[in-house]
């Protein structure tokens, strides 16, 4: 079969039964559409091993066989060392907190940790909490004029008492792209940590943590096409050393990080997730059905990247022709910048009125500060209530930004 360089968007979907409905789904970065391979996988396991683990009869051990290989493919997917490093939970938000409370009883009062303020409340509140116990915060923010974070600011921050960087990897309100194995290397170099939120970059971007060389990652499952869980990352070494939040005698890791222990039905599925962007990969290259696991990922991420860049091209080139809205990030559809979630604002109309106007045309965007509430207040961007956010992913077609740019016009 020869090698197709634009996505087979017809193919892909048909993968996701939600988009048979008239609405169109441009509020991905809150939760994406759940794959239909996904959903067969919970019912399955449902079907035949809806049991506890770790029992001695042959269901029992039948279901640990197979959850054990969901989470090491889970594992190979984000190119994790080990399935240790991998601690499944409810939400980012919640993983974030355990985090925070487990990593904290390593400190002492005086110590420092550095937040930014173009973060989720998701990886800056819990970190903000510490103060309670003493903890030094402090926030790395942006660039205003050039909405990037620069490196001078965070050496001025780093001194001998900071433990921990924690930051986003892409905005959920810039689409901006992170260089966060550069900001990795120039925190370890000085003995910080790090921490990163993919919660907005792993939709669109095939995620490795040993190139990244983060200390710890998370983001959500249920925003990148699986169930409505989370995933966090850590250095193996760090988590063995870390005391839990699990009953005292279990020290195990991941499990005395996951009280009550993960999601059966909902982590037996995540394979699923896998085994669509290696499909991605093979339907249009055959050739990489010779090729390991991660060449496949790559192949079918860059295929997703490049259709997304497609969808943000169009859609700027819309937008930057009026002149009462201004972009708020990257005016760029660069998939090597921004991922393809886009805010603006309007000169005359407030955020809500203009998404609130756009839902007649069965369109679903979102307006506000979505709990990037830092970001929002330092930009001046709340008397808007907020931006209009308008986030794509590769299933998103090229009509339907059409139609999009179509309803914009009859408003803005």
């Known amino acids: 079969m020869p090698k197709i360089e634009t996505l087979d968007i017809n193919w892909a979907r048909e993968q996701f039964p ?5 609405t169109v789904f441009m509020d991905n970065a809150g939760g994406s559409q759940i794959l239909s391979s996904v959903i067969d996988r919970i019912s399955h396991y449902l079907t035949n091993y809806n049991v506890q683990l770790g029992a ?14 969901a989470i090491e493919i889970t594992a190979q997917w984000i190119n994790a060392n080990h399935v240790n490093e991998v601690i499944i939970g409810p939400s980012s938000t919640m993983l974030l907190r355990i985090l925070s409370i487990c990593l904290s009883q390593q400190w002492q009062s005086g110590d420092e940790i550095i937040i930014t303020n173009s ?15 003493g903890l030094v915060i402090k926030t790395w923010k942006i660039n205003p004029k050039s909405m990037q974070f620069e490196i001078n600011d965070l050496q001025k921050l780093i001194t001998k008492k900071t433990k921990l960087l924690a930051m986003t990897h892409a905005s959920n309100i810039l689409g901006s792209i992170n260089p966060v194995n550069e900001i990795a290397q120039f925190v370890h170099d000085r003995n910080v940590m790090i921490c990163v939120d993919g919660v907005a970059f792993a939709p669109h971007r095939l995620i490795d943590v040993k190139a990244l060389d983060v200390d710890f990652y998370v983001f959500s499952l249920y925003k990148s096409f699986g169930p ?35 999601n059966y039905e909902l982590s037996y599925s995540l394979p699923a997730i896998v085994d669509y962007i290696n499909q991605l990969a093979s339907i249009h290259d055959s050739a990489s059905d010779t090729q390991g696991m991660r060449e496949r990922l790559a192949k079918g991420y860059d295929l997703i990247a490049k259709h997304e860049q497609l969808l943000v091209s169009k859609l700027l080139d819309y937008l930057n022709t009026n002149d009462a809205i201004t972009i708020i990030g990257e005016n760029t559809a660069d998939k090597n910048i921004r991922v393809s979630t886009l805010s603006f604002i309007h000169e005359n109309l407030a955020s809500d009125t203009i998404v609130r106007l756009m839902d007649k045309h069965d369109i679903g965007i979102r307006f506000g500060d979505f709990y990037a509430v830092q970001l929002i207040d330092d930009l001046g961007l709340r008397d808007k209530n907020g931006v209009v956010r308008v986030s794509l992913v590769h299933y998103n077609t090229v009509e ?5 740019i179509a309803g914009f016009k009859d408003i803005l």
């Open 18 to 22: 939600a988009l048979k409905n008239k």
């Open 56 to 69: 001695s009869y042959s269901v029992s051990q039948a279901a640990s066989e197979e959850l054990d290989k």
């Open 119 to 133: 973060d989720h409340e998701a990886n800056m509140a819990p970190w903000k909490d510490l103060a309670r116990q």
């Open 228 to 262: 409505h869980l989370a995933l966090m990352y850590g250095k193996q070494e760090l988590l063995e050393n870390m005391p839990g939040i699990n009953h005292d005698f279990i020290q195990s890791v991941p499990y005395k990080f996951q009280p009550g222990n993960l």
């Open 400 to 404: 339907e930004v059409d139609r999009l």
